[in-house]
């Protein structure tokens, strides 16, 4: 069975620097999506950015990014020039190329201090 | 173009009740998966359609229940509520097995 683990609960960052949110996942397939969701106290989930497994290029979507380490099973999110609308608990998440279930990690609480 | 509507937002039941909860997707996307949102928990895969079958399910036991109708809205019911069935639902849709999933803002459930 597919883990994602997100061993930080919390993190904090000051408003315009850089803070990263760490998650390794374990799997035995070799067709998957990785994923980063922001869940807002607003409850919604809302998807930041997605990494293909078979693309070595880490994926970007504006100040965030991915660093994808296939061979260590590690997919860590950088969020660069951070800001006080991006305080929320943020999902790491799996899914098999072979069905649409996504496995998630505990997620880790970001605050941003302005 | 509308996202993901869930209703109702809020719900307060007693225990041995049962409950339905909807879910309308995104227009055209066939694909609505349910997840289980706790604190204890964290997010748990309920189950997932695709055009009116159950493709996927999670380690629920059968008082979860769900099905989806031709026009791929969802629903999701949950029989003999349990105190630990106090929970944020979420419905998420897609339009196909390889593309994102999108969320709709939940139901809170809480059983009394």
């Known amino acids: 069975a597919q883990t994602v683990t997100q061993s930080q609960p919390e993190m904090s960052v000051q408003e315009a620097e850089t803070v990263t949110l760490s998650c390794t996942y374990d799997?035995?397939?070799?067709?998957?999506?990785l994923f980063w969701y922001k869940q807002p106290p607003s409850r919604q989930m809302i998807l930041v950015i997605r990494?293909?497994?078979?693309?070595?290029q880490n994926a970007t979507e504006n100040r965030f990014s991915v660093n994808f380490q296939k061979a260590a099973k590690s997919f860590s999110l950088k969020i660069s020039d951070s800001q006080l609308g991006d305080a929320a608990m943020y999902f790491c998440?799996?899914?098999?190329?072979?069905?649409?279930?996504?496995?998630f990690g505990k997620g880790i609480t970001l605050s941003v201090r302005p | 173009k509308a996202g993901v509507t869930q209703t109702p937002r809020y719900l307060i039941k007693t225990r041995g009740q049962q409950v339905t909860l909807s879910c309308s997707p995104i227009?055209?996307?066939?694909?609505v998966s349910w997840y289980q949102q706790t604190p204890g928990q964290g997010l748990q895969f309920l189950f997932e359609?695709?055009?009116?079958?159950?493709?996927n399910k999670g380690n629920f036991p059968g008082r979860f229940s769900g099905r989806q109708f031709s026009n791929s809205r969802s629903e999701m019911n949950v029989s003999t509520l349990e105190l630990g069935d106090s929970a944020l639902y979420l419905c998420?849709?897609?339009?196909?097995?390889?593309?994102?999933?999108?969320f709709g803002q939940g139901t809170r459930l809480t059983v009394v």
């Open positions: 359609y695709f055009s009116e079958t159950q493709r």
């Open positions: 990494q293909e497994a078979y693309k070595q």
């Open positions: 998440a799996y899914r098999s190329g072979a069905n649409s279930k996504l496995t």
């Open positions: 227009s055209g996307h066939r694909s």
């Open positions: 799997t035995s397939e070799s067709d998957y999506y």
């Open positions: 998420a849709s897609s339009w196909g097995t390889y593309t994102e999933a999108f």
